[in-house]
């Protein structure tokens, strides 16, 4: 598939595989075919109905992780990055707070990270949200991630 070519209405493949750490280091991080259906769910369910509400263009920070480029930044083992089911997110001018708080009451996922974020500073850390490839399966579990912990929920 072309990296120019659309998974939906404003996200191509490209930046849903897209890292500079990859590019700096000459890794392919081109998915195996099957998991380009699961990053179109990302699309049409998470990124599409997040850049229609607040109206604002973005581009993911991180979707798709090969093993390799996951080994290289220290990620998890069984990081759902690589497995085309999660992706990393902020919206210019949106506080990261809010911006988990809307998926939390509006999408479904199964699990919503609020990583790294500074209450005072909203455009701190970011939001990590997955979706399983069955609706069934999806926990919507909601976490918050700072200083090296785990909370339940959204902490601001
Ligand atoms: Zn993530």
Not at 47 to 65: A, I, K, M, Q, T
Not at 102 to 127: A, F, H, M, T
Request: charged share 25%; aromatic share 8%; with cysteine.
């Amino acid at each position: 598939m072309n990296r120019n070519e659309k998974l939906s209405n404003h996200f191509t493949f490209g930046e849903l595989i897209r890292s500079d750490t990859a590019d700096r280091n000459g890794i392919d991080n081109t998915p195996p075919d099957e998991i380009i259906p699961k990053l179109k769910r990302l699309c049409d369910e998470i990124l599409e109905p997040v850049r229609l509400h607040f109206g604002r263009p973005f581009r993911p920070n991180s979707g798709y992780r090969s093993p390799e480029l996951n080994r290289m930044i220290g990620g998890s083992a069984t990081s759902q990055h690589c497995l085309g089911e999660a992706v990393d997110i902020e919206v210019a001018g949106v506080s990261n707070y809010d911006l988990a708080l809307w998926i939390k009451d509006n999408l479904q996922y199964d699990q919503l990270i609020l990583e790294c974020y500074r209450q005072g500073e909203p455009s701190s850390g970011w939001v990590h949200v997955s979706l399983k490839e069955n609706a069934t399966d999806n926990r919507s579990k909601v976490l918050t991630y700072s200083g090296g912990t785990y909370s339940n929920g959204l902490v601001a």
